[in-house]
């Protein structure tokens, strides 16, 4: 019997025989304490009624289902063994064990759904590395409501994802700053409190992330804290452009610091969790303005890490274990000796190629914790990156296992807009959640094919082969010149004016065979008649932006610029991409909250601008 699981258990052995299914379950529990076993009672209910099974009272069920916490039968951390026979008994490790256990019976009976009858076997399964988070982007445009919060959440736990962060800047509802959030639909402190619960029920840790140094812009750009920033009126980027608004907190104000404490002490209160992720990430502007001569002085590495240690020391007020970014402290290896031996540096890169071996190495000899922090590759894509999405988690997990870190983190951006619908980041979550509990079966090229259809059966719920459609549009990318970060017809797209140079790069029949994959792929996709609406659509306008993005790319080719696009042309152009607009509003206000739309939304409509020879400024 193939069996459709995720993450694939470390041992299975299946033996002759099966175990018939009725509708009822019966079960026991032994050395699980009472409100653990109320939490996994409640759940239980819940997922087995959508398989169509109930749970039995004592002594009623049709299939009797053992659950109990040996940790001297299961050694390893998080781990679980279960023995399908005429009783199905599953021992763990501990509760998080338990746990996942019934996550993988769960798998079983939905594999199980159309013979209603499972094959004999035992199963022993663990984590190679304990900590496996999610990060989702909730502070450029994209806020999500309750319900898809929820829904993620139970999808993550499904995939033994035990930690979930939501980055934010300025998407809080502090209520001393309104200002900063007011038309961006922050959350709420109760909003967080039970989100915090909600993942709770799930072993789902809830970790507070909230920025405190760099991208501050949502603040700094009002009045009131202007006088705060570091480069007021902007600064030079190391890739060589003008950043036209303010960026980070200056250390060289006194009264930075005080804002850090303010929104800290109202922040992390909402959160159970024991930890808290400070950002401090890209202060590119750092010594460009009011901190200038502090750096002359003692040099900038000094200052970006007393900067880091006040805003650690605030954070330790309130949680035990502080996170941060750790990209500018690695640009100054000679000061990460210096940190706090209980911080955790967050080890974050995004292409296949990123140097965590070095990165890594960097932390583990200075006997500093850390975790790796690859991405999903699907921001600044509209249909994502696969292979680089495969290649840098698997980079990352690979470091994370030679340097012993402490945890995983894959993150999921949202850079200009956030116009990537959540469908296509599921591939990059779900192989984080695999590669880092069974390494060894998901580093195969050969086991890829197995993957996407379990996160068909497990994520998707469909026999469709919806994954390996969305997996397919990401490799589409690899057909045109490397742009990194993003894909050539979504910076094309948004920024048609920079196009001149990398579309000389490009033959006219690569950009129609580009097209033509993608006219397959929507016909693929209009054939998946069962799928569930919501999922047709999102992935339908993603598709329809990325054949718009080449279009652009097809037009700055024969005409060299936007505005001297014949008026026929462009007014076919115009009209679909209005028609994609507006799907792109509908799909925004059933998964997400109103506000940040119509900013994301003027991002995705610069081009009729630059038709006009004008060109916004788009704040990443």
Not at 303 to 308: A, E, I, K, Q
Not at 498 to 523: F, G, H, M, Q, Y
Request: net charge negative; glycine share 6%.
């Amino acid at each position: 019997m193939e069996l459709i699981l995720i993450p694939y258990p470390k041992i299975v052995k299946q033996y002759d025989g099966y175990v018939k299914l009725g509708t009822e379950i019966e079960t026991t529990f032994e050395q699980v304490a009472p409100d653990v076993v109320e939490r996994l009672i409640k759940f239980l209910e819940r997922e087995l009624r959508r398989l169509n099974f109930v749970l039995s009272p004592k002594g009623a069920g049709t299939l009797k289902l053992n659950l109990s916490i040996n940790p001297d039968l299961v050694v390893n951390q998080q781990g679980y063994k279960i023995f399908v026979d005429e009783e199905i008994s599953i021992y763990a490790h501990d509760e998080l064990g338990l746990f996942y256990g019934l996550q993988t019976f769960l798998q079983l009976l939905r594999n199980a759904t159309k013979i209603r009858q499972l094959q004999k076997m035992y199963i022993h399964d663990y984590p190679d590395i304990l900590n496996r988070g999610v990060m989702l982007d909730i502070s450029r445009d994209k806020v999500p409501k309750m319900e898809t919060l929820k829904a993620l959440i139970d999808k993550l736990a499904y995939l033994k994802i035990n930690q979930l962060q939501l980055y934010t800047e300025h998407t809080f509802a502090y209520k001393n700053h309104r200002v900063v959030w007011e038309g961006y639909s922050p959350l709420t402190a109760e909003e967080v409190r039970e989100l915090d619960e909600y993942c709770k029920e799930r072993f789902i840790e809830l970790v507070p992330n909230q920025n405190t140094f760099g991208h501050m812009a949502k603040w700094l750009i009002h009045d009131e804290y202007k006088h705060l920033a570091e480069a007021p009126d902007g600064f030079e980027t190391p890739w060589g452009t003008k950043f036209l608004q303010p960026f980070s907190l200056s250390p060289a104000v006194p009264e930075s610091i005080k804002l850090v404490d303010e929104i800290l002490q109202e922040l992390l209160p909402n959160f159970t969790s024991n930890k808290v992720n400070i950002g401090c990430d890209e202060t590119f502007d750092l010594c460009q303005g009011k901190s200038k001569e502090l750096c002359e002085k003692i040099g900038k590495g000094r200052v970006y890490l007393d900067f880091l240690l006040k805003v650690y020391n605030i954070a330790k007020r309130h949680k035990q274990t502080v996170m941060f970014w750790g990209d500018i402290i690695e640009n100054h290896p000679e000061l990460i000796g210096e940190l706090p031996k209980d911080m955790i540096a967050m080890v974050w890169g995004y292409e296949a190629n990123h140097p965590f071996d070095e990165k890594c190495k960097l932390y583990e000899q200075s006997n500093i914790s850390f975790y790796v922090c690859p991405g999903t590759s699907t921001w600044n894509s509209f249909i994502g990156r696969s292979k680089n999405c495969i290649e840098n988690i698997k980079n990352a997990i690979s470091a994370a296992k030679k340097y012993h870190a402490n945890g995983v983190l894959v993150t999921d951006w949202g850079d200009h807009g956030h116009s990537q619908h959540l469908p296509f980041s599921w591939i990059g979550f779900a192989y984080t959640s695999a590669l880092s509990w069974n390494y060894d079966f998901y580093r195969l090229e050969d086991n890829l094919d197995h993957f996407l259809k379990e996160i068909d059966v497990n994520v998707f719920e469909t026999d469709f082969e919806i994954s390996k459609l969305i997996y397919s549009l990401g490799e589409i990318t690899d057909m045109l010149p490397y742009t990194p970060n993003g894909t050539p017809f979504f910076y094309g797209f948004l920024f048609p004016e920079r196009l001149e140079e990398l579309s000389k790069k490009i033959e006219d029949d690569t950009l129609r065979n580009v097209l033509d994959k993608l006219e397959n792929a929507s016909a693929k996709l209009n054939s998946m008649k069962n799928l569930p609406d919501s999922l047709i659509k999102q992935v339908r306008n993603n598709l329809e932006f990325a054949k718009l993005g080449v279009e652009v790319i097809q037009m700055v080719k024969a005409y060299g610029k936007i505005p001297e696009v014949p008026e026929n042309i462009w007014s076919s152009f115009e009209k679909r991409l209005r028609e994609v607009l507006e799907d792109y509003k509908g799909i925004w206000l059933t998964e997400w909250r109103e506000g940040g739309l119509k900013q994301s939304v003027e991002k995705l409509s610069r081009i009729f601008h630059v038709r006009n020879d004008v060109f916004p400024y788009i704040v990443f």
